[in-house]
């Protein structure tokens, strides 16, 4: 995200000397991606950002997956994953439950109560939108508030720690990319600006305001990374707490958008899903489908036509409204629908019907489309309703 902001105290000029209050020096950090061709900022420290003292190995929960075989179309109640009040023990990190992943992109789901401890991705940025509950992110950037209907965007190896706030627990549903999230391309000017024809615009980020300061010795990181057969973590052990920057600047930083910001492209007829895209990644995009005035041609069939995607699996997230075209299907708050790509999908018996004439749709929806096929973790598998491919025939292979 091309969009510069300065947080606390920096140097007027870049690679300088940047001094305490007592003559000693801050130390210059860039994070920077795409070595050095592309976005970044300069973090001022008060200790050496690359001290440690000790390294171990952090087992991570199951990461495995199975393929869609035999291939079929999926419903997942992801809000059956976590009973009762075992939520107020669960965190955001390590809590999360894997529903679908492949070697672009995994998708999990976290409902927590509980602060998460340090924690860094270094594998790719994270996309993490908060289906309910409130806190706070607390990032080396600073601080970020969340609330329902945020999206968090958390770039590539960000110390962060995940803090609800409130009664109500934070249910999270987690994109992990193996690559950056950014804007659609198309929403871009050629330096980095939202353009006019974009649903939102700089206004609508929100990023740290001030500096966050951390205290304590030999603090715990939690660092998923890559290894020779997959993913693997690890166990940083800093000396100083790295929460120490006093001020930086730059183009690469965490924020937060609200999905109720995100103005909707509209038209005569039905419109494809590209114009409800709010991100993308390498191999996959992320739209939301939010409350919008629908198709107002006199013929119009306002739900979606059915369609074959053939190059993408469809992953659809229900987390607010009436979703008209899955009416009769079992689908509801916290469903995941899954359409594969070498099958055609669409709207319910009936829906395409009953949606002639209707001028409005109350519906919320995060929708990931991926260009490689998705297969099942261990929370997907757990979550699955068998009954759902056979919706539309009224039948299943015993009927």
Not at 216 to 241: N, Q
């Amino acid at each position: 995200m091309a969009y510069y902001r300065q947080v606390g105290e920096v140097p007027p000029k870049r690679h300088t000397q940047h001094r305490r209050p007592d003559g000693g020096l801050y130390y210059e950090e860039l994070m920077g991606e795409e070595g050095f061709s592309s976005d970044s900022s300069l973090l001022y420290h008060r200790n050496l950002p690359s001290a440690l003292v000790d390294s171990t190995i952090w087992e991570l929960p199951d990461l495995e997956t199975e393929p869609n075989h035999p291939l079929r179309p999926r419903h997942l109640k992801l809000h059956e994953l976590f009973s009762g009040q075992e939520w107020q023990r669960h965190d955001v990190v390590t809590g999360r439950r894997l529903v679908l992943g492949n070697a672009d992109v995994r998708i999990s789901y976290a409902v927590a109560g509980a602060a998460s401890p340090l924690y860094r991705n270094g594998i790719g940025d994270e996309c993490v939108y908060v289906e309910s509950g409130a806190g706070v992110v607390e990032t080396v950037f600073g601080a970020l508030p969340f609330r329902q209907g945020d999206y968090v965007i958390l770039p590539r190896s960000t110390t962060h720690r995940w803090l609800p706030q409130g009664d109500e627990p934070v249910r999270a549903y987690c994109i992990e990319a193996n690559s950056h999230i950014t804007p659609p391309r198309r929403y871009l000017s050629k330096f980095g600006q939202l353009l006019e024809h974009s649903p939102y615009c700089e206004r609508d980020l929100r990023g740290p305001a001030e500096p966050l300061l951390g205290a304590g010795t030999d603090v715990e990181v939690l660092v998923k990374h890559r290894g020779s057969r997959g993913i693997v973590g690890t166990r940083f052990v800093y000396p100083e707490h790295p929460f120490d920057v006093v001020g930086w600047d730059g183009c690469l930083y965490p924020y937060t958008f609200n999905v109720a910001e995100f103005e909707p492209i509209t038209g005569r007829v039905h419109q494809p899903p590209p114009v409800h895209q709010v991100f993308e990644g390498q191999n996959f995009v992320i739209c939301n489908f939010v409350p919008r005035k629908v198709d107002y041609h006199p013929l119009s069939i306002p739900v979606p036509y059915y369609h074959s995607n053939v190059d993408s699996d469809e992953v659809m997230f229900y987390c607010g409204g009436d979703y008209e075209a899955r009416k009769g299907s079992g689908i509801g708050q916290g469903s995941i629908s899954l359409h594969p790509g070498g099958h055609s999908h669409g709207p319910q018996p009936g829906a395409y019907e009953r949606s002639i004439g209707v001028e409005f749709f109350d519906e919320l929806a995060v929708m990931v489309d991926t260009f490689r096929p998705l297969e099942l973790g261990e929370g997907g598998r757990a979550a699955e309703d068998p009954g759902y491919a056979w919706t539309w025939a009224g039948r299943g292979p015993q009927g």
